[in-house]
């Protein structure tokens, strides 16, 4: 607990901004020094100790330590864990040409261009009875965006998450299949 506390406090020393609040794990560092000859540790309340005329703030140490441990459990902390995008339910999406590339096939945004892609993004396609996204002899640029491909039933062929066949400039990001 006190690399925890110790943390907590030193936060606003350091001139780290505090961002909401947070639960952290329970926490002890212990920090031990040799019996070496010439090291003398200071009591009433001062946590230094001094060796040959150096003074080393156990205090300092106490607090990198905890820092640096803290770092290392961002991800178990919650500190900057990634949001999962928010999905909707969509229906499996054929593209048979560049024609295709509407609203109703699950475009959200773009032109087709190099620099403007369609955009198919955000979507839950249900794979049991079809591929969730199949495209097809298309020339436009494109973008696979946060899909997420399910099978809602077990028995059910499989299908593809995603099928490209004679395309051109496609590109997929954060595309995610379950069985």
């Given at each position: 607990m006190l690399g925890v506390e110790l943390a907590r406090k030193s936060a606003g020393l350091l001139g780290i901004p505090r961002i909401g609040t947070a639960s952290f794990p329970s926490l002890t560092i212990t920090i031990g020094f040799c019996g070496c000859k010439g090291v003398?540790?200071?009591?009433?309340?001062?946590?230094?100790?001094?060796?040959?005329?150096?003074?080393?703030?156990?205090?300092a140490v106490a607090i990198l330590l905890a820092i640096l441990i803290l770092q290392s459990l961002q991800g178990s902390t919650g500190f900057s864990r990634?949001?999962?995008?928010?999905?909707?339910?969509?229906?499996?999406?054929?593209?048979?040409?560049?024609?295709?590339?509407?609203?109703?096939?699950?475009?959200?945004?773009?032109?087709?261009?190099?620099?403007?892609?369609?955009?198919?993004?955000?979507?839950?396609?249900?794979?049991?009875?079809?591929?969730?996204?199949?495209?097809?002899?298309t020339?436009?640029?494109?973008?696979?965006?946060n899909i997420s491909a399910v099978k809602s039933d077990p028995g059910a062929p499989s299908n593809y998450a995603v099928y490209l066949a004679n395309v051109t400039d496609a590109q997929a990001e954060y595309v995610n299949t379950a069985d």
């Open positions: 003398g540790v200071r009591s009433g309340g001062d946590a230094t100790v001094t060796r040959g005329g150096r003074t080393l703030s156990v205090v990634r949001l999962a995008p928010a999905y909707t339910t969509h229906a499996p999406i054929l593209i048979a040409s560049d024609a295709d590339f509407t609203p109703a096939n699950g475009v959200v945004g773009g032109t087709g261009t190099p620099g403007d892609p369609f955009v198919i993004a955000g979507w839950e396609i249900d794979t049991s009875t079809a591929n969730a996204i199949d495209v097809r002899n020339r436009a640029n494109f973008v696979l965006r």
